[in-house]
Structure formats: C-alpha cells, structure tokens
T-cell receptor, first 113, second 115 residues
Framework: SQQGEEDPQALSIQEGENATMNCSYKTSINNLQWYRQNSGRGLVHLILIRSNEREKHSGRLRVTLDTSKKSSSLLITASRAADTASYFCATDLLIGGGFKTIFGAGTRLFVKA | DAGITQSPRHKVTETGTPVTLRCHQTENHRYMYWYRQDPGHGLRLIHYSYGVKDTDKGEVSDGYSVSRSKTEDFLLTLESATSSQTSVYFC????WGGGGTDTQYFGPGTRLTVL
C-alpha cells in the first residue's frame, strides 16, 4: 500500500457542514502537505505542516498532524459547493539521501448545495 | 497554473507509436517533474529533473524517457506507446526539492489515450 493513504475515499456532505479527511502514512516524514484538485485540472497546494507542528490554520482549513500515530487530518469548515474537489495528502520524506514527495490516492469531496 | 503549460492537452495515438509530451515553465524553477494519474493510484512519479541535463527516475519510469536541454522545458517521451500508458500526465515544478519543503506547482495536464 502507499505511503500516504486518505480516508474516506469519497465524502458527500451538505453545504455549510464541516468536512474532515484523514491521511495515514508509514514512515517518518519531514513535512506533510495537502493539495486540492478540481475536476480536469492540476493540483493546487493548500497547506504545509512541518513534522514539529501539531496544527495549522489557513482560512477555513485546519490541518492537524500526529506524528506518533503517523496521521494527519484536513478539516474544511462551513463547506461550500465550490469546495467540491479531490483532496490529496503528500508526504515529504528522506529517501536515499534526498527528499521525495509521495502523494496519496485522494479523497473525493462532494458538497451539495 | 503558476506559469506552467503542457502540450498537447489531449492526444490519441496508436500502440507502438512514439509520443512526446512537453512541459514549459516561465518561473525559472530548478526542479521539474512528470507524474501520471490513474484512478485509485493517485499521482505516481515517472521522472524528475533537478537541473538542465540532470534527470532521475521515479517509481514508474519503465517505458518512458525524459530530456531537459533548457531550464524552461522538460520533455516526456513514450518510446513505444502501450495501452497501459493511457493516463492523464501532469507536469509540476518546484523551486527546490531539497530540505523537505518541496511545494509543487502543477500544470493543467495532458490526457493521453493509446488505442
């Protein structure tokens, strides 16, 4: 299985509700990042959290990182229809003397108006 | 899309033909990447470049080659296309890949169909 795995694979909520997505990983990381992908587009960087940070906020986004459990969560508060997209976690880890970024398979979020 | 273009955006080709995809950036970033995206697999790294003429393999490099003769251009070639290479291909760039703070900026993607 992959280094970063998102859960759930798909999530459907009503506009105004909060959406929570989780990411689990296997090996120690330097950073963890979350990206968003709208249908038919490239990924867009949302937020980066370093391994020595536990929580980070950006607008309606809240990211937590628990290195003891090797997991992260992305919370989108007061969701909007425009938040409908796929969300990917990406782990930055040291491999073979250099850093590599590995992406998970993503969570598809659908926000109903 | 952060000054990144990909061409072509869509291509249909036949098994056994060579195909070249182009990524062009205007950001003067050092690192460039080619990924493929398939359902259930997320993004998988094919090849990446850390400078002009400096490239390295990713996790799914078999059947692909790359070249980077200028900072702004990174070419991905499918030497003899197969149906398993039907996918969406994304190019990405980053200012630096070291230090573990590698925020990447993605192009719009190329949808390739191999018949």
């Amino acid at each position: 299985s992959q280094q970063g795995e998102e859960d759930p694979q798909a999530l459907s909520i009503q506009e105004g509700e909060n959406a929570t997505m989780n990411c689990s990983y296997k090996t120690s990381i330097n950073n963890l990042q979350w990206y968003r992908q709208n249908s038919g587009r490239g990924l867009v960087h949302l937020i980066l959290i370093r391994s020595n940070e536990r929580e980070k906020h950006s607008g309606r986004l809240r990211v937590t990182l628990d290195t003891s459990k090797k997991s992260s969560s992305l919370l989108i508060t007061a969701s909007r229809a425009a938040d409908t997209a796929s969300y990917f976690c990406a782990t930055d880890l040291l491999i073979g003397g250099g850093f590599k970024t590995i992406f998970g398979a993503g969570t598809r979020l659908f926000v109903k108006a | 899309d952060a000054g990144i273009t990909q061409s072509p955006r869509h291509k249909v080709t036949e098994t056994g033909t060579p195909v070249t995809l182009r990524c062009h950036q205007t950001e003067n970033h050092r690192y460039m990447y080619w990924y493929r995206q398939d359902p259930g697999h997320g993004l998988r790294l094919i090849h990446y470049s850390y400078g002009v003429k400096d490239t390295d393999k990713g996790e799914v490099s078999d059947g692909y080659s790359v070249s980077r003769s200028k900072t702004e251009d990174f070419l991905l070639t499918l030497e003899s296309a197969t149906s398993s290479q039907t996918s969406v291909y994304f190019c990405a760039i980053s200012a630096w890949g070291g230090g573990g703070t590698d925020t990447q900026y993605f192009g719009p993607g190329t949808r390739l169909t191999v018949l």
